[in-house]
C-alpha cells in the first residue's frame, strides 16, 4: 500500500445487501471470491472491475483544510496532502461491485472530531477518484449516517460522490437537529464515550452507478433511491440499531 505507513488503520466492516427479487443478507467482507477477478487490494492501486468483484477503496478522517493544496481537494494518496503527519485516520473496505453495502465504523473509541471531524473516500492513484470532503462531527454535533454512491465508466472507478437527502429522513424529529439543510445530526454530547447514551458508530450506505469493463450496467443506485436513510440497519440482526430507533426508545 503506497499510504503514508503511520496513518492509522481504523477497524471497520462490511455488510453486504443483495437485491434479487427481495432481501437478502449476509454480514462479510464483499468480492473475496465468487468469481472476484480483482486482485488489487490497495486503495491506492489502479484497475478496472466487474460485476463479480470485490473492490478496495479508503475513507480518511482529518479535518477539512487538509485535504486542499492550493484551494483543491486532492486524493489521500496524493503525498502532498501529508495527512501522516496531522495525526489522520483511515478505514479501508472492499465490498462487493454492484450491491448495496453498509459500511460501519465503532465510534465507541475513535471520535471523529478528535481528528478533525471531515471525511474523504478515494480510491486510484493515476486515475484518482476522490468525494469531497464531508462534515461528520465537532463537538457540538454528530453525523452517523451517509450514503457513497460510486461511479464506474467502462470498470474504471471516475466518481465518488455524498447523495444527501435533505433531511428527509429525521424530519419531525426534534431529537435531530438538521445542518445546512442536508444532515441530520445528534448532538454530541448525547454519544456514549461523550457522556450520553446513543451509540454514534458511524454508518455509510454505499451504492454503484455506471458500466463495469465489460458495459454491463451497475444498478444498485437505483435500489437504493428507494431505501430510506436508516433502513438498512434495521436488516442485520448483529448490527446497530439505528439512531432513530435509540431515540424513539429513550424518549
Known amino acids: 500500500m503506497l499510504l503514508p505507513k503511520?496513518?492509522?488503520?481504523?477497524?471497520?466492516?462490511?455488510?453486504?445487501?443483495?437485491?434479487?427479487?427481495?432481501?437478502?443478507?449476509?454480514?462479510?467482507?464483499?468480492?473475496?471470491?465468487?468469481?472476484?477477478?480483482?486482485?488489487?487490494?490497495?486503495?491506492?492501486?489502479?484497475?478496472?472491475i466487474q460485476r463479480s468483484d470485490g473492490f478496495t477503496f479508503g475513507i480518511a478522517f482529518s479535518s477539512r483544510p487538509s485535504f486542499f493544496l492550493n484551494q483543491t481537494v486532492l486524493s489521500p494518496c496524493d503525498r502532498r496532502l501529508s495527512l501522516a503527519a496531522m495525526n489522520s485516520q483511515l478505514s479501508v473496505f472492499r465490498p462487493k461491485?454492484?450491491?448495496?453495502?453498509?459500511?460501519?465504523?465503532?465510534?465507541?473509541?475513535?471520535?471523529?472530531?478528535?481528528?478533525?471531524?471531515?471525511?474523504?473516500?478515494?480510491?486510484?492513484?493515476k486515475y484518482a477518484a476522490r468525494s469531497p470532503p464531508a462534515?461528520?462531527?465537532?463537538?457540538?454535533?454528530?453525523?452517523?449516517?451517509?450514503?457513497?454512491?460510486?461511479?464506474?465508466?467502462?470498470?474504471?472507478?471516475?466518481?465518488?460522490?455524498?447523495?444527501?437527502?435533505?433531511?428527509?429522513?429525521?424530519?419531525g424529529n426534534s431529537n435531530f437537529v438538521c445542518l445546512n439543510k442536508?444532515?441530520?445530526?445528534?448532538?454530541?454530547?448525547?454519544?456514549?464515550?461523550?457522556?450520553?447514551?446513543?451509540?454514534?458508530?458511524?454508518?455509510?450506505?454505499?451504492?454503484?452507478?455506471?458500466?463495469?469493463?465489460?458495459?454491463?450496467?451497475?444498478n444498485s443506485w437505483y435500489e437504493v433511491e428507494n431505501l430510506k436513510q436508516y433502513s438498512l440497519y434495521g436488516l442485520y440482526s448483529n448490527l446497530k440499531s439505528s439512531l432513530t430507533s435509540q431515540f424513539n426508545n429513550f424518549f
Open 6 to 48: 503511520t496513518l492509522t488503520l481504523l477497524v471497520s466492516s462490511v455488510a453486504i445487501l443483495t437485491i434479487a427479487g427481495g432481501f437478502h443478507s449476509a454480514v462479510a467482507f464483499g468480492g473475496n471470491g465468487g468469481g472476484n477477478t480483482n486482485n488489487v487490494y490497495s486503495p491506492c492501486s489502479d484497475t478496472r
Open 97 to 125: 461491485i454492484d450491491e448495496i453495502s453498509l459500511l460501519s465504523i465503532n465510534t465507541s473509541a475513535f471520535f471523529p472530531d478528535n481528528y478533525g471531524g471531515y471525511m474523504v473516500a478515494f480510491a486510484g492513484r
Open 135 to 171: 462534515f461528520i462531527a465537532n463537538t457540538t454535533f454528530t453525523v452517523t449516517s451517509f450514503t457513497l454512491v460510486m461511479e464506474f465508466q467502462k470498470g474504471r472507478l471516475q466518481n465518488l460522490y455524498w447523495k444527501r437527502d435533505g433531511c428527509a429522513s429525521c424530519k
Open 182 to 218: 442536508q444532515d441530520c445530526a445528534i448532538r454530541t454530547p448525547s454519544c456514549k464515550g461523550r457522556g450520553g447514551t446513543v451509540d454514534c458508530s458511524l454508518g455509510i450506505q454505499l451504492a454503484f452507478s455506471g458500466t463495469d469493463k465489460h458495459l454491463a450496467v451497475l
